[in-house]
């Protein structure tokens, strides 16, 4: 934490949007670590009233320091800020504490002072964790500090240390583990400024047990009209926000103002802010309405066009820490004009659209317009006319091999390797992220392979299918543009690579149709149809939300429209995930890729291994149908899925579907199409959990399911 400090803002809930940090946790305080300073071991344990969390005396984690009181039983909201540790000796005085290495911890230091010293004076020291500097704590004007910090070995210090002439104290000590996916960092740990909620909450907290992270949200008192709704709103993302906040939110008292907008104030003009927005639609818009807004940060915008979605929480967050000017932080929701962004509008933009005069603003992102913008609009754009062109995602460029070692840091930060070489972390103007994939000369994707993946992403564009950002293609120098995807592959988060809690089924099954939804467009929206010959998990990415990005379309080839049903062409693809009947015949049709999504489906049902030699049956596909006719349905699912948190009757569903995308015969699976529905009647069915309605998972058996499958195959991995 040299330098300046990066600092994590947190709001929440307007209405119809929030504004927090968020994590997943367990509800059962796994991994907590809950230290009331100062109590007697004799009264130890023991669970707080108000929010039935456990407490512990600190006496084994800690050697030095007394024992004092800051009132009795009534002084204080939570039992664990009555009594205190203080440290009359000795300058650093430190707790120690068994962490689990490489996880992001929530950890609050909460302080109580009461006067118990009768001096009527309040201290003033320094936090530490470990050798780092967290925050010089003035009790005068704070009665708790938290910090984000990832442990690097298994224990884990945090010491208070002594400044000047008061005695440092501590009232409790708590310490909740986060998922390492939730947000990233470039500078280390993040102090937080606020975390606020706009709720009704009668006593203008909630924390732990409506927040399973026992997060504290503090009531944000706002000028603007309060909303709220009794329905669910879910979360499919790791930023969980709690119910009780996000069902509650503001709204602008004026409905034509232009903005609302939100001030911070900074302790230091070199600080760095990260600010977490979450969102939730919750008021019922009428047919024609729609609530759309671009999110900005000192003027930069972090999301433009943005709208919530009914009912669902969503987050958005600046990807680089920002400084603000003077130590003032101006955070906007400006309030869009209507537009024409994201319609899938194809062709050229016609004229007509810049002569007429009543227009002062034009939006055209994320549409599929081709050709350049006709000249009429930048004569109008020189005359007033706020034109927003289609994003940079949908202005692929060329770029040169120097610009790509600029844009890279000179390739400093690595974010893979595989056969075609190394993907490097970039940024473009310095905001906006990006993965540059650098090809090897001895590459064994070659030129051909990386020509046609260019080509494919020039004149593909979905939601839910990585975009080009550019390319470079200068002598020896191969290089390929995408938007940045920092949650990294489904991979990483099924095999746990990535730490923290388990996927929920819920996310599992949001991030499965829209891989299936991206699969769709490629075989049905586009001409002609396109297959991508290489669907796994490790190429579905994952971006800030968490919406699923289908990548890597170097092995992707047109396939016929009209008469004929298939191509025959050289056998590519990865061991494990390859259409065995492709494998055996050459003759390459839509169908191999559904093959593909179903080993996918597998893996994301059961978190198994494609291959495992260890087993009854090496290929999940055959030890899937193996387990199916000993009838041994509970040990298909992953064991680490809650049984609480999904409906079984979804899971069965989610298993039909995936054995009949593996059948051995293409003409026996369905087409992404039907699949892409089913998969939609997945989630109806998981959400029907939440209404009571309940299908015992091994009482259908009704469904032919396929159960053979060919295993000797083995075609070499990419």
């Known amino acids: 934490m040299e330098g300046h400090r990066q600092l994590l803002l947190v709001l929440l809930s307007f209405g119809a949007f929030a504004i927090i940090h968020l994590v997943q946790a367990q509800s059962d305080q796994q991994g907590f670590i809950s230290l009331d300073c100062g109590l007697p071991a004799n009264e130890s344990p023991y669970t707080e009233p108000v929010t039935g969390l456990v407490f512990s005396s600190d006496v084994d984690f800690i050697s030095t320091g007394l024992r004092g009181e800051a009132g009795d039983d009534n002084t204080y909201t939570y039992r664990q800020y009555k009594d205190l540790r203080y440290f009359p000796d000795g300058i650093r005085n430190c707790y120690n504490l068994k962490v689990e290495q490489g996880i992001n911890y929530l950890i609050r230091a909460g302080f109580g002072y009461g006067n118990y010293d009768g001096l009527n004076v309040y201290p003033k020291f320094d936090l530490h964790v470990g050798p780092n500097m967290w925050i010089a704590v ?30 440092p104290m501590i009232s409790t000590l708590e310490l909740r583990p986060l998922r390492n996916d939730s947000y990233m960092t470039q500078f280390g740990p993040l102090n937080l400024i606020y975390r606020r909620a706009y709720t009704s909450n009668s006593t203008g907290v909630i924390r732990y047990p409506d927040d399973v992270f026992d997060r504290k949200w503090s009531r944000y008192d706002w000028l603007e009209t309060d909303v709220n709704t009794t329905l669910n709103v879910r979360s499919f993302s790791p930023f969980q926000v709690p119910e009780a906040v996000s069902r509650s939110g503001i709204i602008s008292k004026n409905a034509t103002k232009p903005l609302l907008r939100f001030l911070l104030s900074l302790d230091d003009d070199s600080d760095r802010v990260n600010v977490y927005f979450h969102f939730a639609e919750i008021q019922a818009l009428r047919a024609n309405d729609t609530r759309e807004f671009d999110i900005e940060l000192e003027n930069n915008v972090i999301k433009s066009a943005y709208s919530p979605t009914m009912l669902q929480s969503d987050t958005v967050y600046n990807l680089s820490p920002q400084k603000c000017s003077s130590g003032l932080c101006y955070l906007d929701l400006v309030r869009t004009p209507r537009d024409l962004s994201n319609n899938s509008f ?84 310095g905001t906006q992220p990006i993965a540059v994939k650098l090809l090897s000369p001895s590459s064994v994707q070659g030129y051909k392979e990386f020509k046609a993946e260019v080509e494919l992403l020039l004149r593909v564009h979905h939601v839910n299918l990585v975009s080009l950002v550019g390319y470079c293609d200068e002598e020896s120098h191969l290089a390929l543009l995408y938007e940045y995807a920092p949650n990294g592959d489904l991979k990483q988060h099924l095999s746990g690579e990535r730490g923290g809690s388990a996927l929920k089924w819920s996310s599992r099954l949001k991030i499965v149709v829209e891989t299936a939804q991206g699969l769709e467009y490629l075989h049905t929206g586009c001409k002609p149809p396109m297959v991508h010959r290489d669907v796994k998990t490790t190429n579905i990415l994952l971006d800030e939300h968490f919406q699923a990005k289908l990548a890597d379309f170097g092995l992707s080839r047109s396939f016929p429209i009209g008469g004929e049903t298939h191509v025959s062409t050289a056998v590519a693809g990865t061991a494990g995930y390859l259409d065995p009947e492709y494998y055996r015949t050459n003759r390459l049709n839509e169908k191999s890729d559904v093959y593909s999504f179903g080993i996918v489906l597998l893996e994301i049902i059961t978190s198994r291994p494609v291959i495992q030699q260890t087993r009854e049956k090496p290929h999940i596909a055959a030890w899937v149908g193996y387990m199916l006719t000993k009838g041994d349905i509970e040990n298909l699912v992953d064991p680490r899925l809650n049984k609480e948190d999904y409906e079984p009757a979804s899971v069965w569903k989610a298993l039909e579907i995936a054995m009949s995308c593996v059948n051995p015969s293409s003409e026996k699976r369905p087409t992404m199409s039907q699949v892409t529905n089913e998969l939609k009647q997945c989630l109806t069915l998981d959400n029907s959990k939440r209404g009571g309605i309940r299908e015992d998972m091994g009482s259908r058996s009704s469904v032919e399911m396929s159960t053979s499958f060919t295993t000797e195959i083995a075609p070499k991995a990419r």
């Open 346 to 429: 194809t062709g050229e933009v016609p004229e007509f659209l810049a002569n007429m005069k009543s227009l002062s603003n034009i939006n055209l992102n994320w549409n599929d317009l081709t050709s350049p913008l006709p000249k009429v609009f930048q004569d109008r754009e020189k005359n007033g006319l706020k034109l927003t062109r289609p994003s940079i995602f949908n202005q692929t460029k060329r770029f040169t091999y120097s610009e790509v070692v600029t844009l890279t840091d000179n390739f400093e930060r690595v974010l893979g390797e595989g056969g075609f070489g190394v993907v490097y972390h970039g940024s473009l103007s």
């Open 138 to 167: 003035d009790l005068e004007f704070s009665n708790d500090d938290e910090i984000i910090y990832m442990t690097k070995s298994n224990l884990l210090q945090i010491c208070l240390v002594k400044t000047g002439s008061t005695i």
